[in-house]
């Protein structure tokens, strides 16, 4: 999400409570914005604030602060500043310092809540986040005042309306209110509710997360055997997870005290922390990722000893292109155990300039040889790094390793052999790309991805004509009839010669990917193909203007616009 649309998001929330601040604020806002200063200082916070670079903008802004007292957007962006540089006591200091109206307004009202909650001024918090007087625009924002609402009712021991609220709750975001559920009953140390939450979470890939909570609270009742049960239970549900993998290494060393230093139950600041964390991925989906930073820096403040959660902030700073604050992060990631220093290198080698690459690899395969465990699948990241930069004959290399590293093969495994063909295919050795194909398929029949993959390069190849048109049939009604697919499906139905029913399906095929330029090019030689050569030279003429083109292809349907189709292909023989 850009800033422009950042700001829109907080003025909106903003504007509708502002109205009744006193006009005369403008005669002074006047008066200061013409000193030459404050408008250097501000245009040049603003820019670097534009740049997400929050530190250079915070040496800016910090010279001005009293502009806040009469101009609403520097407001907003200061304490974006200011919290982005985890100055939350700073925000929250000028904050106090406006009108009173601006103390439940959003963005303003969360800091003060976060501030306060954390110096236990409890009896303070419903003023901040009064749902009514708020109206708040974005759902999200709806759904997190409400589950605000129950660490209020913790915070304040009001136990029986809590319960109230969290057997009522039912959220429409998928998993908060069992996220929080969990967290509440930790904190009230109710074992039966956490044993019966926990069984819940235990089939969901998505919340391996929480695993790490049930953990935390078994190591404090000193249960290893507990804690065992729980890693060797879920390990493989949760193989994705790079907190849960480096706890599985941490408990066959038996440093379980590794286990506790990331979050304490007993403390109700943690527990809302993970609010603010679980929430920072939601805005970061949505692909608001300057509101996610916001959220994610609240958090952190809650609790700033849960180092993992830095990786979602590496996420957004490579975003949001700020890669030098990007690089600091990492180097605390890594120093939290080896699945973090893997994920620490590979992100180096897969966002960060300045890296020598095959310095970087060669780091990263030598740490794999002195490693025993979750190595497969970081042969598979590897590899499919290096097909991304083209270097074929390497990521075979590395993938036939990650394959001989699989102890058994699991349906989701197809993967493997898929992206080794594709490697295979693209350095020339097609008898073994089809090889590694075919077996993708047996592993998992339906894979879409696979059925079309091999069928267009038989089509490219002119082979198994036939065949290829039923696999692309099969594939268009598993994907729900992809664009792409369906372009496929097209070419089969026009090398076979049934150019009306190529026609028709490329025609959709056409409409649904209006920026691949592959099916432009197919639907314009159809056009051609019967009669309608006009319609075909415009479509060639929109497919060239992409952005995306391949120069190849660009140069072939340039010759189709002036020779057409036929004597193109004659000079391309």
């Known amino acids: 999400m850009n800033k422009k649309i950042f700001y829109i998001v907080f003025l909106l929330l903003f504007i509708t409570n502002y109205s009744h601040l006193s006009a005369n604020i403008l005669d002074n806002k006047k008066r200061l914005v013409k000193n030459s200063n404050y408008f250097s200082n501000y245009l040049s916070g603003s820019l670097s604030l534009q740049k997400n670079d929050s530190q250079k903008a915070y040496s800016f802004f910090e010279n001005i602060e009293n502009l806040g007292i009469y101009h609403s957007e520097f407001n907003l962006k200061y304490i974006e500043t200011l919290v982005n540089n985890g100055k939350i006591e700073e925000a929250y200091i000028f904050i106090k310092k406006l009108d009173k109206s601006y103390q439940s307004l959003y963005p303003f009202n969360l800091i003060l809540f976060v501030y306060d909650f954390k110096k236990e001024r409890y009896s303070k918090l419903k003023n901040y986040i009064s749902l009514p007087k708020q109206s708040p625009s974005d759902p999200l924002l709806f759904e997190f005042y409400q589950n605000l609402g129950l660490w209020i009712d913790l915070s304040n021991k009001n136990t029986e309306e809590l319960n109230k609220k969290i057997n009522r709750s039912n959220s429409t975001f998928k998993n908060v209110s069992l996220t929080q559920k969990i967290l509440i009953n930790l904190y009230l140390d109710n074992q039966k509710n956490i044993d019966l939450y926990f069984n819940e979470i235990s089939n969901k890939k998505e919340l391996g997360r929480y695993n790490y909570f049930y953990l935390s609270y078994y ?123 893997w994920y620490a290198n590979l992100t180096r080698l897969r966002f960060l300039p300045n890296i020598n690459t095959e310095k970087q690899i060669n780091l990263l395969e030598n740490f794999l040889k002195n490693n025993n465990f979750f190595v497969s699948e970081k042969y598979f990241e590897l590899a499919n790094f290096v097909r991304a930069n083209k270097n074929y004959s390497k990521s075979i290399e590395l993938y036939q390793k990650s394959i001989a590293l699989k102890k058994d093969i699991r349906d989701g495994d197809w993967i493997y052999y898929y992206n080794l063909a594709i490697s295979q295919e693209r350095a020339g050795a097609w008898e073994n790309a089809e090889k590694s194909f075919l077996q993708a398929l047996k592993i998992s029949p339906k894979q879409p991805e696979v059925l079309n993959y091999l069928a267009y390069s038989w089509l490219e190849k002119k082979i198994n004509l036939d065949k290829a048109k039923e696999m692309l049939v099969e594939a268009v009604n598993i994907s729900k009839g992809r664009g792409y697919i369906l372009d496929s499906l097209g070419w089969a139905y026009f090398l076979l010669k049934d150019f009306d029913k190529a026609e028709e399906i490329l025609q959709t095929a056409y409409e649904k990917e209006p920026s691949e330029a592959v099916i432009y090019d197919h639907y314009g030689d159809v056009l051609w193909t019967n009669g309608k050569e006009i319609q075909a030279r415009y479509v060639w003429q929109n497919a060239i203007k992409l952005k995306n083109i391949e120069q190849d292809l660009k140069e072939s349907i340039n010759k189709k616009i002036i020779f057409g189709l036929e004597d193109a292909n004659k000079n391309k023989s």
Request: hydrophobic share 35%.
């Open 219 to 341: 190591l404090e009742k000193n249960n290893k055997d507990k804690i065992n049960s729980i890693i060797n239970q879920n390990l493989e549900i949760s193989s994705e997870n790079l907190l849960f993998k480096q706890l599985f290494l941490d408990s066959r060393e038996n440093k379980f005290y590794k286990i506790d230093k990331f979050y304490k139950r007993k403390n109700i600041d943690h527990g809302l922390a993970e609010l603010f964390y679980l929430f920072a991925n939601f805005y970061q989906n949505y692909e608001q990722v300057q509101i996610s930073n916001f959220y994610l820096n609240l958090g952190e403040y809650l609790n700033p000893n849960f180092l993992s959660n830095k990786i979602l902030k590496v996420e957004n700073l490579i975003i949001l292109n700020n890669l030098e604050q990007s690089e600091k992060e990492i180097q605390i990631i890594e120093k939290l155990g080896r699945e973090f220093y």
